[in-house]
């Protein structure tokens, strides 16, 4: 079956980028489907960052737009997320997932989450 | 401030009815989808129901979805101590380029 797994440094010093890396199994980026990324702050709601489709078409949230580049590398069956000028405020658990047909649907398949910590 | 907006907490005894609302606009919910996902404490949130009121395989009937206009809802019958957990609601919001909205999430206590 599909699966997802998130990888990268769980602790990033403010005013650096954040990069994680999204290994996908199961099934081939380039076959199909948006495939993004969302964050949950400790004790608070779910947060959309962006989503990329195996062409590199990107959709970003506006809130974060101006910080934030997703790609994707097929040749790797993976996709990136690098966050830069982080604040404490980035401090989250970051999940990776994957829309269920289009960018406007659901996200079906989620991975088990990684948790960023922002500090010096 | 999430955009879609959901009460912070619901409640109710093994047996019940529990109905979970999410209201929103005209450019989220009163022009797409809306979808709910239940998140188990320190778990990844799981997708519970897709364009409104689809049940992904897996999903037990006793959940079920509904929107009118730019609300929705979250029904969840013959409630179950295991169905206490945080419930999202999301959405495509059309303006600007955009983007996929939340609900601010409601926690569901059985009592």
């Known amino acids: 079956q599909v699966q997802l797994q998130e990888s990268g440094p769980g602790l990033v010093k403010p005013s650096e980028t954040l990069s994680l890396t999204c290994a996908v199994s199961?099934?081939?980026?380039?076959?199909?489907?948006?495939w993004g990324w969302i964050r949950q702050p400790p004790g608070k709601g779910l947060e959309w960052i962006g989503s990329?489709?195996?062409?590199?078409?990107?959709y970003y949230n506006p809130s974060l737009k101006s910080r934030v580049t997703i790609s994707v590398d097929t040749s790797k069956n993976q996709f990136s997320l690098k966050l830069s000028s982080v604040t404490a405020a980035d401090t989250a658990v970051y999940y990776c997932?994957?829309?269920?047909?289009?960018?406007?649907?659901?996200?079906?398949?989620w991975g088990q989450g990684t948790m960023v910590t922002v500090s010096s | 401030q999430s955009v879609l907006t959901q009460p912070p907490s619901a409640s109710g005894t093994p047996g019940q009815r529990v109905t979970i609302s999410c209201s929103g606009s005209?450019?989220?919910?009163?022009?797409?989808?809306v979808y709910w996902y239940q998140q188990l404490p320190g778990t990844a949130p799981k997708l519970l129901i897709y364009?409104?009121?689809q049940r992904p395989s897996g999903v037990p009937d006793r959940f079920s979805g509904s929107k009118s206009g730019t609300s929705a809802s979250l029904a969840i019958s013959g409630l179950r101590s295991e169905d206490e957990a945080d419930y999202y609601c999301?959405?495509?919001?059309?303006?600007?380029?955009?983007?996929?909205?939340f609900g601010g999430g409601t926690k569901l206590t059985v009592l």
């Open positions: 364009r409104n009121n």
């Open positions: 999301a959405a495509w919001d059309d303006s600007l380029s955009g983007f996929v909205v």
């Open positions: 199961g099934y081939s980026i380039s076959s199909g489907y948006y």
């Open positions: 005209s450019s989220n919910i009163g022009s797409n989808y």
């Open positions: 990329i489709y195996h062409s590199g078409s990107t």
């Open positions: 997932a994957r829309n269920q047909w289009l960018v406007t649907d659901a996200f079906d398949i």
